[in-house]
C-alpha cells in the first residue's frame, strides 16, 4: 500500500449522506454538539463523565471543501468519504479525551501530540426552520496531525491511516499516489481565514461562514490562568496567521475526523408523520447498500 494513499474501498455513497449535506446546508453556521467521555474526578461514584461542546462542521474526509481564498494545493479528487470533520487546538480538553478513552490510553500530554485517537463520540445537528430535522452521529475519532506522512510512521499515524482508509471511496482507479494525507490536511487548514488560524475571531468563507469562535492556535494557552507564564512573544490574542505553513498555528492545528458506526435521522417536520431512521454500519453483510444497514423507527 502506498504511503499516502489509503487501502479505499469502492462501495457507493451511504444512503443518508445526500439528504444530511442538504440539511447541514441550510444551517449558518453547521454547527453541532459535540459529546466525549472524561475521567471523572478523584472521589465520583462513576469512572467516566461526559463532556461536551459546540464544533462546527468543517465537511467531508477528502472532499475539501472548494474555497477560493485558500491557496493550498489541492488533491485530485480520486476519494469520497461518509467521515465529518471539525479543527480543534491540540491544547484543548477534546483532543486528551479522544485519545484517552481509545485503544491506545494515552496518558500523558507527549502521547497525545501527533496523529491518533480513535476515542467514543457522539455529534448531534438540530436543523431548525421547516426541516426540523435531528441528526445524531456516533463513532470513532482520530486525530490528524503534521506527522501524518513522513519517513516514519507512528503506531497512531498507521491506525488513523488504517482505519480512516478503510472509509474511503475511490472514485475511480489509478492515481493514488497523487493522493497525500499532508496536503488534505493542509488544505483544510487553507480554508480558515488569516482570523481563525490566528485567534479566535469569525470564519468568513464560502459555506461555512460562521461568527462563532472556531479556531484559537496561537492564542495564549486555552484553559490556563491569565496569571500563569507562557510563551507572549509567540501566543496573543488577535494574532492572525497569513502561512499556510505557520509555525506555531500549525504547531497547535489539527483536524479530528469522525468514523461513524451508527447515524440517525428523526423528522419531526410533520408530526403525523414523523419518523427516526437509523442508519448502522455493517460493511461485511450490508454491502448492497454502501455497507450501512437501515432502519424505520418511531422517533
Same mark, same amino acid.
Not at 22 to 28: L, P, R, V
Not at 81 to 104: H, L, N, W, Y
Given at each position: 500500500?502506498?504511503?499516502?494513499?489509503?487501502?479505499?474501498?469502492?462501495?457507493?455513497? %451511504? @444512503? /443518508?449522506?445526500?439528504?444530511? !449535506?442538504?440539511?447541514?446546508?441550510?444551517?449558518?453556521?453547521?454547527?453541532?454538539?459535540?459529546?466525549?467521555?472524561?475521567?471523572?474526578?478523584?472521589?465520583?461514584?462513576?469512572?467516566?463523565?461526559?463532556?461536551?461542546?459546540?464544533?462546527?462542521?468543517?465537511?467531508?474526509?477528502?472532499?475539501?471543501?472548494?474555497?477560493?481564498?485558500?491557496?493550498?494545493?489541492? !488533491?485530485?479528487?480520486?476519494?469520497?468519504?461518509?467521515?465529518?470533520?471539525?479543527?480543534?487546538?491540540?491544547?484543548?480538553?477534546?483532543?486528551?479525551?479522544?485519545?484517552?478513552?481509545? %485503544?491506545?490510553?494515552?496518558?500523558?500530554?507527549?502521547?497525545?501530540?501527533?496523529?491518533?485517537?480513535?476515542?467514543?463520540?457522539?455529534?448531534? /445537528? /438540530?436543523?431548525?426552520?421547516?426541516?426540523?430535522?435531528? $441528526?445524531?452521529?456516533?463513532?470513532?475519532?482520530?486525530?490528524?496531525?503534521?506527522?501524518?506522512?513522513?519517513?516514519?510512521?507512528?503506531?497512531?499515524?498507521?491506525?488513523?491511516?488504517?482505519?480512516?482508509?478503510?472509509?474511503?471511496?475511490?472514485?475511480?482507479?489509478?492515481?493514488? !499516489?497523487? /493522493?497525500?494525507?499532508?496536503?488534505?490536511?493542509?488544505?483544510?487548514?487553507?480554508?480558515?481565514?488569516?482570523?481563525?488560524?490566528?485567534?479566535?475571531?469569525?470564519?468568513?468563507?464560502?459555506?461555512?461562514?460562521? !461568527?462563532?469562535?472556531?479556531?484559537?492556535?496561537?492564542? @495564549?494557552?486555552?484553559?490556563?490562568?491569565?496569571?500563569?507564564?507562557?510563551?507572549?512573544?509567540?501566543?496573543?490574542?488577535?494574532?492572525?496567521?497569513?502561512?499556510?505553513?505557520?509555525?506555531?498555528?500549525?504547531?497547535?492545528?489539527?483536524?479530528?475526523?469522525?468514523?461513524?458506526?451508527?447515524?440517525?435521522?428523526?423528522?419531526?417536520?410533520?408530526?403525523?408523520? %414523523?419518523?427516526?431512521?437509523?442508519?448502522?454500519?455493517?460493511?461485511?453483510?450490508?454491502?448492497?447498500?454502501?455497507?450501512?444497514?437501515?432502519?424505520?423507527? $418511531?422517533?
Amino acid at each position: 500500500m502506498s504511503t499516502t494513499a489509503p487501502a479505499a474501498s469502492t462501495l457507493p455513497q %451511504a @444512503p /443518508w449522506k445526500q439528504l444530511f !449535506n442538504k440539511h447541514i446546508g441550510e444551517m449558518k453556521p453547521p454547527q453541532f454538539v459535540l459529546g466525549t467521555i472524561d475521567k471523572a474526578p478523584e472521589g465520583s461514584p462513576t469512572d467516566y463523565v461526559p463532556r461536551v461542546r459546540y464544533c462546527i462542521f468543517r465537511g467531508f474526509w477528502a472532499e475539501l471543501p472548494e474555497n477560493k481564498h485558500n491557496d493550498a494545493e489541492r !488533491n485530485p479528487e480520486l476519494y469520497h468519504s461518509d467521515c465529518p470533520t471539525f479543527t480543534t487546538d491540540v491544547r484543548m480538553e477534546k483532543v486528551g479525551q479522544i485519545f484517552a478513552t481509545s %485503544a491506545g490510553h494515552a496518558e500523558s500530554n507527549d502521547q497525545i501530540q501527533g496523529s491518533g485517537g480513535g476515542g467514543p463520540v457522539e455529534a448531534v /445537528w /438540530w436543523v431548525e426552520g421547516e426541516t426540523q430535522t435531528q $441528526w445524531r452521529v456516533k463513532g470513532k475519532a482520530y486525530v490528524i496531525a503534521d506527522d501524518i506522512e513522513g519517513s516514519e510512521e507512528s503506531s497512531g499515524v498507521r491506525t488513523v491511516k488504517s482505519e480512516v482508509g478503510k472509509r474511503m471511496r475511490a472514485l475511480k482507479e489509478g492515481g493514488e !499516489n497523487e /493522493w497525500s494525507w499532508q496536503r488534505e490536511l493542509t488544505g483544510f487548514f487553507g480554508n480558515q481565514s488569516p482570523g481563525i488560524k490566528g485567534t479566535l475571531i469569525p470564519m468568513q468563507i464560502a459555506r461555512f461562514q460562521t !461568527n462563532t469562535p472556531s479556531g484559537s492556535f496561537k492564542n @495564549p494557552p486555552p484553559g490556563q490562568p491569565v496569571t500563569a507564564p507562557f510563551d507572549q512573544e509567540r501566543l496573543k490574542l488577535g494574532s492572525k496567521a497569513d502561512d499556510l505553513h505557520d509555525e506555531v498555528a500549525r504547531k497547535n492545528f489539527r483536524l479530528v475526523v469522525i468514523v461513524p458506526d451508527s447515524v440517525e435521522q428523526t423528522d419531526l417536520s410533520d408530526p403525523e408523520k %414523523a419518523r427516526r431512521f437509523r442508519y448502522t454500519w455493517d460493511g461485511e453483510t450490508a454491502r448492497a447498500n454502501a455497507g450501512w444497514r437501515t432502519e424505520e423507527l $418511531w422517533p
